[in-house]
């Protein structure tokens, strides 16, 4: 498995309140994604990352940063969580981006948020 | 339209059955498919990559007609360790590369 780690795992935090989500690749990878889940919608990317400090929006980058300060980390942040950005986020490496097609995406474990 | 649509099931079967899914899309500038498959509250994971030929892994067997612009995904004996979520996972070229995930069909495998 490739090894991509998300944290926290899960988290319940009110409206208003910034949250800050962590991945942690150990791939070298050059490509980071962030993607939201949600019943009928499937998964929908937020922001992705093409190498240090080089990061693009998604489809549903709205309410949603993102830094990339070292290859292997990828931080995604809800500057004010808001109830409708209560989802299950998935960070993944791999894919296609850009000029290129690397074809298969890996997936972390995912981190369930609710905002109340 | 959604650029990638799946019918969202459940589909319901006994073990052994045969199963097909389809897929279409609605981007003819796609270039490469794949099948996903996700476990119940897991991550997605590449089941199998779909080629113009058509491809077979064991029990599972992925085509793709281009002219129609749809995907298929067939098991064949079925296991109760298929049950899951199969998501259609489409590459699109349209100046850049896009992967679009459809919003999967949901598989119940019954002894």
């Known amino acids: 498995d490739a090894g991509i780690t998300q944290s926290p795992r899960h988290k319940v935090t009110e409206t208003g309140t910034p949250v800050t989500l962590r991945c942690h690749q150990t791939?070298?990878?050059?490509?980071m994604y962030w993607y939201r889940q949600d019943p009928g919608h499937g998964l929908r990317l937020i922001h992705y990352?093409?190498?240090?400090?080089?990061?693009d929006k998604g489809e549903v980058s709205d309410g949603y940063s993102v830094s990339r300060s070292k290859t292997e980390d990828f931080l995604l942040t809800l500057e004010s969580a808001t109830s409708s950005q209560t989802s299950v986020y998935f960070c993944?490496?791999?894919?296609?981006?850009?000029?290129?097609?690397?074809?298969?995406?890996?997936f972390g474990e995912g981190s369930r948020l609710t905002v109340l | 339209r959604k650029e990638v649509e799946q019918d969202p099931g459940p589909f319901n079967v006994p073990e052994g059955a045969t199963v097909a899914f389809n897929c279409t899309y609605s981007?003819?500038?796609?270039?490469?498919f794949f099948w996903y498959r996700q476990d119940c509250r897991k991550e997605p994971k590449l089941l199998m990559s779909?080629?113009?030929s058509g491809n077979e892994d064991g029990r599972f067997t992925a085509q793709l007609n281009r002219a129609s612009q749809y995907i298929s995904l067939l098991i064949r004996d079925s296991k109760l360790s298929d049950s899951a979520t199969y998501l259609c996972?489409?590459?699109?070229?349209?100046?850049?590369?896009?992967?679009?995930f459809g919003a999967g069909t949901r598989l119940f495998v019954k002894a």
């Open positions: 996972v489409v590459n699109m070229n349209t100046g850049g590369f896009k992967t679009i």
């Open positions: 990352s093409y190498g240090v400090k080089d990061t």
């Open positions: 791939e070298n990878h050059r490509y």
């Open positions: 779909v080629y113009s």
């Open positions: 981007n003819s500038a796609s270039q490469s």
């Open positions: 993944a490496i791999g894919g296609s981006l850009g000029r290129e097609d690397t074809g298969e995406l890996f």
